[in-house]
């Protein structure tokens, strides 16, 4: 995975340990496909649901996590007794097959997994617009979880979609300094920038921004950016060419709308970087929340710091974007950690915690542009791949007409 997409080793060893965490659990929720039995509104009559398969689920996924999202899909969605078809994004095609080829190693069933290899226009499509895929997950850009979104529910197909973000991270007065630091660094330039919880804006009470920026500045140039097997690098290059071009043209787009470049912004051209896609970890600030550069998902090393007035305005900051997927506050206040919880329009919110780093068991997933609704991880993820059934037993031994009868008199004559 280092080799093939770049993020160095201890962070690829990550990927793979998400992806046996979400092994460990699916082993346990296996065990609890729990459906409710529930009163009757009548007498003598037993109500009660069971889970079934969908049947095909057809999967596609990205290149940042190659191992750990497919195993987000791949292991709840044979749990729940569908079958699965995925296709990988085109430039991780390695990890995917290793990881498939260690699951028919340990011994599941080769006819119940399915992978083809290929880009989304011909191999992503062909899944999706398949009469005999019952059940689309796809996790991506907001672009094409948009197209995949309107085919796969014109075909009325149960369809989950993991988008865009554009995660922020709240610094209050308040905040324990050095903790909100390496959190930042850990969520804005971990992988390069290049998860979707990242952390692309910091939203800082100004009492605390100047000694925040400094600091900030500070860690981010000890960063080492180098190839990611070499020993003691932290940072790895862009996934692509194409990535290294989006990630410098935000920079100069930054630089345009008034932001101040205070650390790095350029590609690294020395003797061991000038080969590779590496570019210096970079923090913008004077940012204003309706920038470009503060609103569109970048996907790269590239933070913008925001002033805000106190926790009121920073809340507001937060929310004025399309997505919701992470966001993070450091305070030592409880009323603002609850305040940050009900109020931040995000599918997770952590308190004096990194907005990357989401544990295998929890949902995970986003509000607003972010996706349609669902959640992978955790227990949800069982809800959507499979179906419920409601049944219905009625031992009374007479016709008991659900609204129409009385109940009162039905349990008057009832045995
Ligand atoms: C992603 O970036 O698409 O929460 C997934 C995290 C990881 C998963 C990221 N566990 O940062």
Not at 103 to 122: A, Q, R
Not at 222 to 245: C, E, F, H, R
Not at 253 to 267: A, D, H
Not at 318 to 336: E, H, K, M, P, R
């Amino acid at each position: 995975m280092t080799r093939e997409m770049g993020k160095p080793i201890f962070e690829t060893r990550g990927d793979v340990q998400e992806g046996i965490d979400t092994a460990m659990y699916a082993c346990g929720e296996g065990y609890r496909l729990f459906g409710h039995t529930v009163p009757s509104e009548l007498p003598n009559k037993f109500n009660m649901t069971i889970r079934f398969p969908i049947g095909v689920a057809g999967l596609v996924t990205p290149w940042n996590f190659p191992m750990a999202i497919p195993t987000w899909k791949i292991f709840p969605a044979l749990m729940c007794g569908n079958t699965v078809v995925i296709k990988p994004a085109e430039i991780t095609p390695l990890s995917v097959w290793n990881l498939l080829n260690a699951m028919l190693d340990s011994g599941f069933p080769p006819e119940v997994i399915n992978v083809v290899f290929g880009s989304g226009s011909k191999v992503g499509n062909a899944i999706v617009e398949h009469p005999d895929t019952n059940v689309i997950s796809f996790t991506g850009s907001s672009e094409v979880g948009r197209k995949i979104g309107a085919t796969a529910s014109g075909m009325l197909k149960r369809v989950s979609m993991e988008l865009g973000g554009k995660n922020c991270t709240l610094i209050m007065n308040d905040a324990n300094l050095e903790l909100a630091v390496d959190a930042c660094i850990w969520a804005g330039f971990g992988t390069t920038g290049q998860r979707c919880t990242a952390c692309s804006r910091v939203i800082v009470e100004e009492g605390i921004h100047d000694k925040f920026v400094e600091l900030f500045i500070k860690a981010a140039k000890k960063l080492k950016v180098g190839y990611g097997n070499d020993p003691g690098i932290t940072m790895g290059p862009a996934v692509s060419a194409d990535q290294l071009k989006t990630d410098l043209d935000y920079v100069e787009i930054g630089k345009k709308e008034g932001c101040t470049v205070v650390c790095g912004g350029k590609r690294l051209t020395t003797p061991e970087h000038k080969n590779g896609h590496f570019m210096q970890p970079t923090i913008f600030t004077d940012c204003k929340p309706n920038m470009r550069t503060s609103q569109e998902e970048i996907f790269g090393p590239v933070v913008s710091v925001i002033k805000a007035k106190n926790l009121d305005d920073a809340i507001k900051i937060a929310n004025g974007i399309q997505y919701g997927l992470s966001s993070a506050i450091f305070t030592q206040d409880v009323n603002a950690a609850y305040r940050a919880f009900r109020d931040l329009e995000t599918g997770l919110t952590y308190v004096n915690a990194a907005t990357i780093g989401a544990e295998a068991h929890m949902p995970f997933g986003g509000m607003k542009s972010t996706g349609n609704g669902h959640r992978e991880g955790g227990w949800q993820a069982y809800e959507f791949y499979s179906e419920t059934k409601a049944c219905y037993v009625d031992y009374s031994g007479t016709l008991q007409r659900a609204q129409i009868d009385d109940p009162k008199q039905l349990l008057k004559s009832a045995k």
